[in-house]
């Protein structure tokens, strides 16, 4: 979680690519090593990083990932969740 903190943008929110994005969720909430989030490991890391209504927020922001509905955010559905991050979280994904 430390390389968060590197960059802040001017709003306050911190700055990441989508890549940093992905490893930092991997790394920090992946807790079965599996490269997939669940929809509990995405709770944690909304709770953890400060998040309000963190069981809400963090399932509106499952369903909105989850394209295929298979109950986790693979690979492929990392871009949607970071898109759902930089506008409703507090960080701001670069390219």
Do not use: C, P, Y
């Not at 802040?8 to 700055?15: L, P």
């Not at 970071?82 to 670069?94: G, P």
């Amino acid at each position: 979680m430390a390389f968060m903190d590197r960059n802040v943008w001017s709003d306050g929110k911190r700055v990441m690519t989508v890549e940093q994005f992905k490893r930092w969720l991997k790394t920090a909430f992946d807790t079965n090593g599996d490269g997939r989030i669940s929809k509990g490991e995405l709770r944690r890391a909304v709770r953890l990083t400060g998040g309000l209504f963190a069981s809400w927020s963090s399932g509106r922001a499952f369903k909105s990932a989850d394209a295929n509905h298979d109950g986790f955010i693979d690979e492929s559905e990392f871009r949607n969740l970071a898109q759902f991050a930089d506008k409703h979280f507090n960080v701001r994904i670069t390219r």
